[in-house]
Every structure is written in structure tokens, then in C-alpha cells.
């Protein structure tokens, strides 16, 4: 069983960059496709980014093309989250979540394991 710990998030403002981490436990990560979401205030879970298993396909949301970078290092357990020019409506909690297949989605309902969420705040 695959266990998922975020980390990196914290306050920023507007313009700036945060890195979070997703530290994976157990010894099949290599083989999970992975993807970051995130809740704001009063909002549903939503899409951010996702990686296939061997990190060679990604996918993003439109809201945050150009300006985050998903990325994996398997020989470390270890998916990342680079965010650039962060703005206000990037604020939320960003959760990892990891699904038991090679093949990489973006809904939410398709992941298995999910990590405890990292609170990004980005002020004006």
C-alpha cells in the first residue's frame, strides 16, 4: 500500500514560487500514475496537474499551464509541484493523489490513494 505525504506548502505573495513536495511510501510507486489537486475555500476538489508512471507524459490544467511544472523522481518515491507566478486564485489546499495504473487521468474519481493536503496561500 502506497502512503502519500505532501509538504512545501506555506504563504507567498502574488508573483512568487513554491515548490511542494509528495513523498510516497511502499515500493510500487515507479507504477502509479500520479496528479495534484486542489480545494479552495467553498470550492470542489479540482484538476491541477497529473504524470504518467514514468514521468513522460504530463497533463494541466488550463488555469495553470505556462506556470507549474509536475514532475516525478521514482528512484526517490517522490513527485513534485514547481508553481511559478503564483497568483490569489492559487490559493487552496493541494493534495497528491496516486492511482494504482500506468495510464495517467484527470478526474479525481479515478484515484485511489490520496495525501493529507498542503495549504498554499497566495496574497495580493
Known amino acids: 500500500q502506497v502512503q502519500l505525504v505532501e509538504s512545501g506548502g506555506g504563504l507567498v505573495q502574488a508573483g512568487g514560487s513554491l515548490r511542494l513536495s509528495c513523498a510516497a511510501s511502499?515500493?510500487?510507486?515507479?507504477?502509479?500514475?500520479m496528479g495534484w489537486f486542489r480545494q479552495g475555500p467553498g470550492q470542489e476538489r479540482e484538476f491541477v496537474a497529473a504524470i504518467n508512471w514514468r514521468g513522460s507524459r504530463t497533463f494541466y490544467a488550463d488555469s495553470v499551464k505556462g506556470r507549474f511544472t509536475i514532475s516525478r523522481d521514482n528512484a526517490k518515491n517522490t513527485m513534485y509541484l514547481q508553481m511559478n507566478s503564483l497568483k490569489p486564485e492559487d490559493t487552496a489546499v493541494y493534495y497528491c493523489?496516486?492511482?494504482?495504473?500506468?495510464?495517467?487521468?484527470?478526474?479525481?474519481?479515478?484515484?485511489?490513494?490520496w495525501g493529507q493536503g498542503t495549504q498554499v496561500t497566495v496574497s495580493s
Open positions: 511502499g515500493r510500487i510507486f515507479s507504477s502509479y500514475a
Open positions: 493523489a496516486a492511482r494504482n495504473s500506468i495510464v495517467v487521468v484527470t478526474g479525481s474519481r479515478e484515484y485511489d490513494l
